[in-house]
């Protein structure tokens, strides 16, 4: 803003026409910004819903699966819920905040537990083929699957594109802004408020968008339920989030 003011101001003419033609670009500049501020913000609330979504989906797998375990034979069935509950801690260890190396061990952990569980079911699916055996491989599906859908969802971000475009719109308004401000030196503070709200409207794309960083993040609510089920029930009644 201060560049189009103090080094662009020199080719602004006094000229009624030109002020008009000036005020359209202006407000079609402004219009611009705004709609696409709206349309990655509402990319950002998307991704974000979706993740909270996929939240709830693991806690379900996960508790049918250690019902399911029940199906199995004692020794199987004793080891698989074992399992669940160390793959269940790695889950909400996930949604912490924690640094890239912390969250790449998290990874390997709970992809080393996935193999674990299904190499301890496999061979007793393989001595027992049943549709009651059917339906523990299908959950245990459902358990890693669920964890695929997750990662893919929190490596679905806001293209880099995306946010260059709307940098470079925002520089564009704003240099306009600062090319048509008459009283610019006098009311410096009062202009500022106009890049101000597009940093705190970036801010807030951004931190949406940022599922393991920043203010706004998700919370494993129905991870935490769960396990706190699984402690404190000894029973094979599990609900999960009130369902």
């Known amino acids: 803003m201060w560049f189009g003011n103090a080094v662009l101001s020199k080719y602004r003419t006094k000229d009624t026409e030109t002020s008009a033609d000036l005020g359209i670009i ?62 269940l801690d790695q889950r909400i260890l996930f949604y912490s905040k924690q640094d890239q190396e912390t969250a790449k061990q998290i990874t390997q952990r709970t992809l080393a537990l996935e193999n674990a569980m299904w190499n301890e079911l496999l061979p007793v699916a393989r001595s027992q083929a049943s549709p009651t055996m059917a339906l523990v491989i299908s959950g245990l599906n459902d358990v890693i699957n669920s964890h695929g859908y997750t990662q893919a969802a929190w490596w679905n971000r806001i293209p880099t594109a995306a946010w260059w475009l709307m940098a470079a719109i925002a520089v564009g308004a704003n240099i306009l802004v600062g090319f048509g401000a008459r009283n610019f030196r006098r009311n410096v503070g009062l202009f500022m408020i106009f890049p101000m709200m597009i940093s705190v409207s970036f801010f807030l794309i951004a ?21 706190h089920n699984m402690n404190s029930v000894q029973s094979p009644a599990i609900s999960i989030g009130g369902k």
Request: charged share 25%; aromatic share 8%.
């Open 26 to 87: 202006q407000t079609a500049t402004l219009t611009l910004l705004g709609l696409i501020i709206g349309f990655t913000f509402s990319m950002a609330i998307a991704r974000y819903d979706l993740r909270q979504t996929y939240e709830e989906a693991e806690a379900n797998a996960i508790g049918t699966e250690y019902l399911r375990a029940d199906l199995l034979p004692s020794k199987t069935a004793e080891s698989i819920k074992g399992l669940l509950n160390e793959y």
């Open 207 to 227: 931190d949406i968008d940022s599922p393991r960083g920043g203010v706004i993040r998700i919370d494993p609510r129905n991870l935490l339920d769960l396990k």
